[in-house]
């Protein structure tokens, strides 16, 4: 089993930035891959990016792309995600999540999910 904890939400006004931060423990070297999630009040869950523990191969939903980097330390088995030039619209409760099987944008394949972490953009 992993367990992961994110961290690093706050409010920002648009335009500015935050960085999200996941520790994972647990059973991490089973986790092929780790993604990041958010949930918008009212909406459903949406991919924003994920990376592979190994290689640290990278993949990015279009809102995000430009704007928004994730990476990993291996020692710390932590993944992070910046994210710069920050917009009304990605407000929400952002969620890390591991998958066992393959990177995958699809959160219905991943297997362990943190507890979220809040991120609020004024205009």
């Known amino acids: 089993q992993v367990q992961l904890v994110e961290s690093g939400g706050g409010l920002v006004q648009a335009g500015g930035s935050l960085r999200l931060s996941c520790a994972a423990s647990g059973r991490t070297s089973s986790s092929v891959a780790m993604g990041w999630f958010r949930q918008a009040p009212g909406k459903e869950r949406e991919f924003v990016a994920a990376i592979r523990w190994s290689g640290g191969y990278t993949y990015y939903a279009d809102s995000a792309k430009g704007r928004f980097t994730i990476s990993r330390d291996n020692a710390e088995n932590t993944v992070y995600l910046q994210m710069n030039s920050l917009k009304p619209e990605d407000t929400g409760v952002y969620y890390c999540?591991?998958?066992?099987?393959?990177?995958?944008?699809?959160?219905?394949?991943?297997?362990?999910w943190g507890q979220g972490t809040r991120v609020t953009v004024s205009s």
């Open positions: 999540a591991a998958c066992r099987g393959v990177t995958t944008t699809s959160a219905s394949d991943y297997d362990y």
